[in-house]
């Protein structure tokens, strides 16, 4: 299956339980995957930060990968992260799509349907 380019998950990460952060990146990054995105996952970017690397090293991995991306998932809890805004404002300056909820993505879908774009 062709994927419809490179999306990056945002959201908060830093004080949130463990399992929860890491159910809802994965469920997301599942989401995602299934409607044909190649998903990055910041999770997988800052693994190394449970070694000692601090935040802003972690930080820049991350907007490093978000560069190569055609595209930002926003997660509802991005709103209240300083580095989550840092990747919205950074997703703008690459003029990259911008995703706020599932829906978004979906009607992205219907929209090159109808013009035959996949």
Not at 22 to 38: I, N
Not at 83 to 92: G, K, N, T
């Amino acid at each position: 299956m062709k994927t419809k380019g490179k999306i990056y998950i945002s959201g908060a990460v830093a004080d949130q339980p463990e399992r929860e952060l890491f159910a809802k990146f994965h469920d997301t990054e599942k989401m995602l995957a299934a409607r044909g995105f190649e998903v990055v996952n910041p999770l997988r970017l800052i693994s190394k930060w449970a070694e000692g690397i601090r935040w802003q090293l972690g930080a820049k991995n991350c907007l490093e990968a978000l560069a190569g991306c055609t595209a930002i998932y926003m997660l509802p809890c991005a709103t209240d992260c300083q580095i989550a805004q840092l990747e919205l404002h950074r997703a703008m300056e690459l003029n990259i799509d911008i995703y706020y909820e599932l829906e978004n993505v979906e009607a992205d879908e219907l929209v090159n349907d109808v013009h035959g774009q996949k």
